[in-house]
């Protein structure tokens, strides 16, 4: 069987893509930025906040988590998410890292 094509790059270059990937769309950042200003765990306000359907919701709160960027804990019938602290404070330090190493010295293109 052949190698996939994340076969050919380290872990973190793949972490760092998927984590991306999971933030790459509009309703994601609100969902995070939501999160963020609320400093607090978001259960069932996100329908309300946000416009979009339950379903919707769910679908990329999923995709935030397989990321590894939020958490979830079940508080009777109801799911709440937060930050994942490592797991931002890691993707932060990655992205500085790369934005950092770029030294502009005009003698590109």
């Known amino acids: 069987m052949g190698i996939t094509k994340t076969d ?12 991306l990937k999971a933030i790459a769309h ?3 950042i609100a969902i995070l930025q939501h999160i963020i200003k609320a400093n ?3 259960c069932g306000d996100l329908v309300d906040e946000l416009g979009l359907a339950q379903a919707t ?6 995709e935030l988590k397989n990321a590894g960027l939020i ?3 079940i508080e009777g019938v ?5 930050i994942e602290p490592k797991a931002w404070n890691n993707l932060q330090k990655e992205i500085n890292t790369m934005f950092a190493s770029y030294k502009d010295v005009n003698k590109c293109c």
């Open 8 to 19: 050919i790059f380290n872990d973190e270059q793949n972490k760092l893509a998927l984590q």
């Open 78 to 82: 109801s799911v709440c998410y937060c």
């Open 40 to 42: 607090a765990c978001i």
């Open 71 to 73: 958490q979830g804990t």
């Open 26 to 28: 509009p309703a994601r």
């Open 57 to 62: 919701i769910s679908q990329h709160l999923k």
